[in-house]
């Protein structure tokens, strides 16, 4: 049986599991093992184990990992997502559609301090939902809208995905996460443009708020100074060689912590509510890691990935019809998967393939940021894809009496916007390259 046999038996082996409800971690543990058994035996297999999870977990930058999930933690103590969306909303709200441009707005301030989609979307559904059906928003549109608006907390940085990406692909933090600002960006406008367009097919759909005058927009944009500067002091002292990316994460969470103290939100056991969610989400991404690693060595072993390049670049096809089969497996997958899972298991198949072809004339480090700021949009759109549209979940279940079949035809209008951007990004890749090109 060749390698490519192996790992395809494998992987639907794994899919089994997956639809079996066994947790993706322990899935890939199962599936690793048993592949690494079945070519090599037991002893070499305990001989990996034995090393295998202080090699993997002593690796210096994973310590950003918990650091900016305890950011997100305090963020999510500290009221800064109402501040946020009453800021957003105080400039764009009384524009038809308004309220739900100002959510996804809110969405991206908040991804910029929390890093994950799946916090970004309950913590501002809270917030907004309630806004939205007040001034009668189509229910189809507010749930859609808060759904793909959380998505930015991931593609906006810092991203913990794209983190675990660098440590996977060798590459440089800081430079993923200058590629991934514009794209982020470019996702929020998108979404709200989208928006624009659904009121104007459907004007009822979101109705205008009240207009606030420019001294309330002010004092509303003021309530916030600390999210702006708490931003520019991580992703700034970055860039401008202050700080590490981990030591950035480190200054992020204290600062943070300040802001929550300060807003009473660490009181009545809020701070150790904190470090268990933190210590529960650092256990879950790592026991991942692990099962991954496992996986991946199972892989090595079959010599998958190395027999995959090399049929591709034997098979005469063009490098876009390549780039974008995978693309669409990826698509595919993230409707079973979620997108850390997916960026564990798909980079060490996908990643040679991609660094073997000739795409636009990039080099192998700007190939790589290229690539990863593309699964990192095209992950992240599994959030809002049935039938496993985490996202979707959320906001439907804080939204109570709204059909989930209503909200999932809501998401299919940021489903088009995330199409288009995706596209822009490929055959544009300077859109992603450029500030790496100027500051990296």
């Excluded at 093992?33 to 305990?46: A, D, E, H, K, Q």
Aim: hydrophobic fraction near 60%.
């Amino acid at each position: 049986m060749s390698g490519i046999e192996y790992g395809l038996l494998a992987f639907a082996f794994l899919l089994v599991l997956l639809a079996l409800r066994v947790h993706i971690a322990v899935a890939m543990l199962i599936t690793g093992i048993t592949g690494y058994v079945s070519l090599v035996g037991w002893t070499p297999l305990l001989a990996y184990l034995k090393n295998a999870a202080f090699a993997r977990y002593s690796v210096y930058d994973l310590a950003v990992v918990p650091l900016f999930l305890l950011m997100g933690q305090f963020a999510l103590r500290g009221g800064l997502s109402k501040g946020l969306f009453d800021a957003a909303n105080a400039f764009v709200g009384h524009w038809r559609g308004g309220i739900a441009m100002g959510a996804v707005g809110a969405c991206a301030g908040f991804g910029a301090i929390c890093g994950s989609s799946l916090a970004t979307a309950a913590t501002m559904g809270q917030v907004a939902l309630p806004e939205l059906r007040r001034h009668g928003y189509a229910p189809g549109l507010a749930t859609g809208a808060l759904s793909a608006g959380g998505t930015l907390g991931v593609l906006i940085p810092p991203s913990v995905v794209l983190v675990i990406y660098a440590i996977l692909t060798e590459q440089n933090i800081a430079r993923l996460f200058l590629a991934a600002l514009v794209p982020g960006i470019l996702a929020a406008i998108g979404y709200m443009l989208t928006i624009m367009v659904f009121v104007r097919i459907n004007p009822t759909a979101g109705p205008a708020g009240p207009r606030i005058p420019w001294s309330g927009r002010l004092q509303a944009l003021l309530r916030i100074w600390h999210v702006l500067a708490i931003f520019v002091i991580v992703i700034g002292g970055i860039y401008a060689g202050i700080f590490t990316p981990t030591e950035a994460a480190a200054v992020g969470a204290v600062a943070t912590g300040i802001v929550a103290l300060l807003a009473g939100g660490l009181r009545g056991g809020g701070w150790l509510a904190c470090i268990y969610g933190t210590a529960q989400a650092t256990g879950m991404i790592f026991l991942v890691l692990l099962g991954a690693d496992v996986l991946n060595v199972f892989l090595a072993l079959t010599q998958l990935p190395g027999e995959l390049a090399a049929w591709v670049g034997g098979s005469g096809l063009p490098p876009l019809a390549v780039l974008f089969s995978i693309f669409a497996m990826l698509v595919v997958l993230g409707c079973i998967m979620d997108s850390l899972s997916m960026i564990l298991l798909m980079v060490p198949i996908f990643f040679p393939v991609v660094m073997g072809l000739e795409l636009f004339g990039l080099g192998d480090t700007e190939k790589a940021i290229w690539f990863g700021i593309m699964m990192l949009m095209l992950v992240e759109i599994g959030l809002i894809t049935p039938p496993v549209g985490m996202n979707v979940y959320i906001i439907n279940s804080l939204a109570g009496d709204v059909p989930m079949s209503t909200t999932f035809r809501g998401v299919v209008p940021f489903l088009i916007s995330d199409g288009i951007r995706i596209l822009l990004l490929v055959f544009v890749p300077p859109i992603s390259l450029f500030l790496v090109r100027m500051f990296g």
